[in-house]
C-alpha cells in the first residue's frame, strides 16, 4: 500500500479531519484568486476605486460566501470562468494569439469542471461581440448570417 506524503504529515502533526481543514484552506484560497480575477477584470473598463468596489461587493455575495469554504466544484468553476472572460476581453482589446489561447484553454477548463456552463459561456462571448459592433443579421436560403464590423475594423461572420 502506498501512502501520500499528505498522510504522513497527517500523522505527524496528528491533525484529525486534515483533509477537510485543506481542502477547504484550499478552497478559500480559489475563491480569493477568483476576487482577485474579478478585480483585473473590472480594471479592463473601469476606474481603480471602481473596480475594487465591485470586486468588494462580489466578495459579499451571500452564495459564494457559503460555497467558498467547501470543497465543491463551484468556486473552481467560478474562477476559471473569469478567467475565461478576463483573456477572452484581453484578445478583444489587444488582439494577440497568447489571449485567444488562455481564454480557449480556460474555457475548456471551465467545461470540464462544470459542464451546465458551457451555454452560459457562448452566450456571454456571443453577447458581448454582438453588442460590440454593428452587427447585421440576415436569414437567406435557409442559412442564418450574422455579420458585423468590430472596433478594429475587421469583418466577423458567425454560423
Not at 476576487?35 to 455575495?61: C, P, Q, T
Not at 460566501?65 to 477572452?88: E, G, K, Q, S
Request: hydrophobic share 50%.
Amino acid at each position: 500500500m502506498v501512502l501520500s506524503p499528505l498522510f504522513y504529515l497527517e500523522e505527524l502533526l496528528s491533525i484529525q479531519d486534515f483533509g477537510v481543514v485543506t481542502g477547504r484552506l484550499l478552497a478559500v484560497l480559489v475563491y480569493g484568486l477568483f476576487l482577485g480575477v474579478a478585480y483585473k477584470m473590472l480594471r479592463l473598463h473601469l476606474e481603480k476605486k471602481i473596480s475594487l468596489g465591485g470586486a468588494f461587493l462580489m466578495g459579499l455575495n451571500p452564495v459564494l460566501i457559503h460555497v467558498a469554504p467547501f470543497n465543491r466544484d463551484d468556486i473552481p468553476a467560478a474562477l476559471f470562468t473569469a478567467l475565461a472572460f478576463f483573456f477572452y476581453l484581453k484578445s478583444a482589446r489587444k488582439p494577440k494569439w497568447k489571449y485567444f489561447v488562455l481564454s480557449a484553454c480556460f474555457i475548456t477548463v471551465t467545461m470540464v469542471t462544470r459542464y451546465n456552463l458551457i451555454p452560459l459561456l457562448f452566450l456571454v462571448i456571443f453577447l458581448h461581440e454582438f453588442l460590440s459592433c454593428q452587427t447585421r443579421i440576415s436569414f437567406r436560403e435557409g442559412t442564418l448570417t450574422i455579420q458585423g464590423r468590430p472596433s478594429g475594423g475587421k469583418s466577423a461572420s458567425f454560423f
